[in-house]
């Protein structure tokens, strides 16, 4: 199902062409060249998603599904076309794809709609020691209220997971299983397909956390077996603000809503209200078109340089830059499992994170620091904080050897 990432790029492969079409990427900052490596944070628009959201509000906006005009049919045939169009990305159904605000909010909604109804006291819910905060504090949320404990896998000192440790905490209590994709922190890439056969056997739901992974890894839903998946357009090259649950079907029909407002309804009176089918009765209120349109056309996009060849540039720089980044006097990589997608995060002896991180930005070199949202994380490897470069497709080897030039500079500065 993904790319193997032994691959070099293909021969047509046109990295300036890619680069070109990302306006944001020849902005000066600092006065000078932008190396933009913070794209696990968020990624930037190609011009397609750019005219795709201009063309949207030029030409197609209106509300949808209300009104018999032409323009709300034209935002209508839009917006559930923005549905087909994601659907077939996970080669699914249209009726299993539920539009949300991101990762979060569809983390959230299975929580609150699908696990809060069955969770009972003792029971546990299954994660890792590498999950964001949005895939441990709403399963936090609910298991505090209904008496259930959350249990977190171990991780490795190479950053990848301990699978024995996490199957030997696969029990009769585990009611749910939620697990990331490919770590922000780490770039772990996690063994999935292992994870949802063993949860499978024992029918126990699994939740994947998708935001890393959707830009750099095809997901096909129905042949992952996952019950569920999530993702963030924003990390995909899309708007940020939009993304989408996957979901089967099964569980939709025989999920309760979480959020009432308009559009979720079938029937309103003041002593009872009726629900919409799914996924419209998890879409309460005035949905974002705009959004589901421009993550439409980054998906578009996604497959016109293809998966496989922006897999395997990502992971041509991700071993360049490793090597590189070994050179830096006092540099510590912080994850560095076998199966790894292109995150490069370190700590260094010259000083903190965040004052590297400054430094950096001096240099037009952008990269997060922090704990990245993975707090447990942090306390798992003994550090507060890491200073995280992160690859995107439009990525080339200027990028990489600018970071490595400003990290010897701040390794100097801060001696
Ligand atoms: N999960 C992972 C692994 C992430 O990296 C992120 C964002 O950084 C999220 C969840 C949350 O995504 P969003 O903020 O788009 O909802």
Known sequence: MNAPLTERPPSNFDL??????????????????????????????????????????????????????????????????????????????????????????????????????????????????????????????????????????????????????????????????????????????????????????????????????????????????ADFFTCSAHKAYGPTGFGCLVAKREHLDAMPPWHGGGDMIRTVSFEESTWNEAPYRFEAGTPDMAGAVGFAAALDWIE?????????????????????????PGLRMIGTAKNKGGVMSFVMTAGHAQDIGTILDQYGVAVRTGHHCTMPLMTRFGVPATVRASLAVYNNRDDIEQLAMALRKASRLLA
């Not at 905490?169 to 996690?190: C, M, Q």
């Not at 016109?304 to 830096?328: D, K």
């Open 16 to 225: 300036d062409r890619i680069r070109a079409q990302f306006p944001i990427l020849a902005e000066p900052v600092r006065g000078g060249r932008l190396a933009y490596l913070d794209n696990a944070a968020t990624t930037q628009k190609p011009d397609a998603v750019l005219a795709a959201i201009d063309h949207y509000y030029r030409h197609q906006n209106s509300n949808v599904h209300r009104a018999v005009h032409d323009l709300a049919e034209r935002a209508t045939t839009a917006y559930e076309g923005a549905r087909d169009r994601i659907a077939r990305w996970f080669n699914t159904q249209r009726e299993e794809i539920v539009f949300t605000r991101g990762t979060t909010e569809a983390i959230n909604l299975v929580a609150y709609s699908f696990l809060r109804p069955r969770l009972q006291p003792g029971d546990e819910v299954l994660l890792t020691g590498m999950e964001h905060h949005s895939n441990i504090v709403p399963w936090q949320l609910v298991a505090k209220e209904k008496g259930a404990k959350i249990v977190a896998a171990p991780v490795l000192d190479d950053g990848s997971l301990d699978f024995d440790g996490w199957l030997a905490r696969l029990n009769e209590r585990t009611k749910f299983i939620a697990v990331v994709h490919i770590s922000n922190s780490l770039g772990t890439v996690n063994p999935v397909e292992q994870m949802i056969a063993a949860a499978r056997a024992r029918g126990i739901p699994v939740l994947v956390d998708g935001a890393q992974s959707v830009a750099h890894l095809a997901v096909d839903f129905p042949a992952l077996g």
């Open 304 to 328: 016109s340089v293809g998966l496989q060849a922006i897999a395997a540039h990502e992971h041509q720089l991700l071993v360049e830059g490793t090597a590189l980044l070994a050179e830096v």
